[in-house]
DNA sequence: GATAACTGTGTACGGCGTACAGTTAAGTCT
DNA sequence: AGACTTAACTGTACGCCGTACACAGTTATC
């Protein structure tokens, strides 16, 4: 469903999780788990099945193993969370960016949005702070290299990367839920628009909607939603515009 | 925790319950419960303990009624959800709105924010599809209206409209989420900043995130998360001016 | 008064996260 | 070589969760 994660976490401990710091034990039997796989097997399932397939009992099942031993590799199921958004986050991959801060942070953008649409369950997870994790701190690496490129000083750069980030986040998880709304009530997804829309003419045609009804009526509904690309491009261009006001205009 | 809501529902009975559109039924008791009164008290107990402590058997506690009778007013959990986030969403009060398309916009996204502000939980809650309830409508309604005096056309107010309450949604979960995470560690939240360097300048520095280590150096982590609001009209400034880029020059 | 519609109860099921107490296997030390 | 320590994994159990289902009590209509 959706909640807080309010159980209380040593944040050493999970610093030392994400970076694999962890110097493997001395003693003991060697495990036939690791934290890998068993982070990689709550990814599979995840992936296949959705994050509402992700339980401890199911991924212990995947691995042949009992639930309980999960919790040697990963104090527990948030920190599972954590480690698997870590873990399909990876990194960017820079080398075809174009090198200016525009062109850059476009590339960083898709290439965020092509993450969230290969895993989509990362929309479920909330995120619990800030990114820890070697790989989401790359990608703030790579977004802040090229608002420096641009000649914004740090403090507006961490704002505006963080406008950024949320207006891909935003984008996609209006994308997800829409495609779920669809499949839950049976729609065909490029029919989605046309319910939406005669259900707004049914409900709210009483006259107290009238720029939501030309909107309807328009097509902006109708028309709109079987393209997300375009969507997403158009607003992030206008994002985008939005930045390159705080751009001091020597930088490209 | 988090995730999907994969049941099926009924659009149309969805639609009723928000609309109140049930026709009060003609024979059998007068019921002591109401759809209403479920609701806010599944409403008063998340702004008390939060979204975690709202389940059907403590809900149905606080009105001194079984579990299963809730079930007469509300199909299941799900859509209780939908029905809470219509509840405490109410409408935007325009009275004081300045009437310029910038001017209302800012209105509308800081008395979001304000809501977001009230009722938290309101983040936990995965928003289930496109807006449907009476008072979402309204929201809709207000900053389209705005949007069309300032001269856009429906299709390019709906996208610039999802920008901006995406902007407003996403800052607020980053607050949000930095509160909690100062929380969770035990943290006092002035100090958050200063912890969280002190982490990634212990992790990160081994010179493969130099621009992040700027950022950490120049205290745009240590000083910002103090002060949300000026992070929130800083952003927000940002969004509105990737908007004004597409507004034509004659308005507003 | 019979009937049908409706409200609320009680029990039960399968799932969840995880606390806790074993049991077995591998190193370390005398 | 044997004792000791540590770690990996098992099994059981507890208290939550959403909700399916059969039932009892109440009310308006025929």
Redesign the pocket.
């Known amino acids: 469903?959706a909640g807080e994660r309010p159980?209380q976490r040593d944040l050493q401990h999970t610093l030392r999780l994400l970076w694999r710091a962890q110097e493997?034990?001395?003693?003991?039997?060697?495990?036939?788990?690791?934290l890998d796989k068993v982070v990689a097997e709550a990814v599979r399932l995840a992936d296949e099945e959705g994050i509402?397939?992700?339980?401890?009992?199911?991924?212990?099942e995947g691995l042949?193993?009992?639930?309980?031993?999960?919790?040697?590799?990963?104090?527990?199921?948030?920190?599972?969370l954590d480690l698997m958004l870590e873990m399909v986050t990876g990194r960017p991959d820079t080398s075809a960016w174009p090198g200016t801060w525009r062109g850059d942070l476009e590339c960083w953008a898709r290439q965020m949005r092509h993450r969230l649409h290969e895993h989509p369950w990362m929309l479920d997870v909330h995120i619990s702070g800030p990114p820890l994790g070697p790989d989401n701190l790359a990608w703030m690496e790579a977004a802040l290299g090229s608002l420096a490129e641009a000649g914004l000083d740090a403090r507006d750069a961490v704002g505006v990367l963080m406008i950024l980030s949320g207006y891909v986040r935003s984008q996609a998880l209006l994308e997800l839920s829409l495609a779920r709304a669809a499949h839950r009530t049976g729609v065909r997804p490029e029919e989605w628009g046309r319910v939406y829309t005669g259900m707004l003419r049914n409900a709210a045609d009483d006259g107290r909607y009238p720029h939501l009804m030309r909107a309807v009526e328009s097509g902006a509904f109708t028309d709109g939603d079987e393209d997300g690309d375009a969507d997403f491009e158009y607003g992030l261009c206008v994002t985008l515009d939005g930045i390159a006001a705080r751009v001091p205009p020597a930088a490209g």
């Open positions: 469903m159980a493997p034990p001395r003693r003991g039997p060697r495990g036939s788990l690791s509402g397939a992700v339980s401890m009992r199911r991924v212990a042949g193993v009992t639930t309980m031993s999960l919790y040697r590799y990963v104090p527990g199921k948030d920190d599972l």
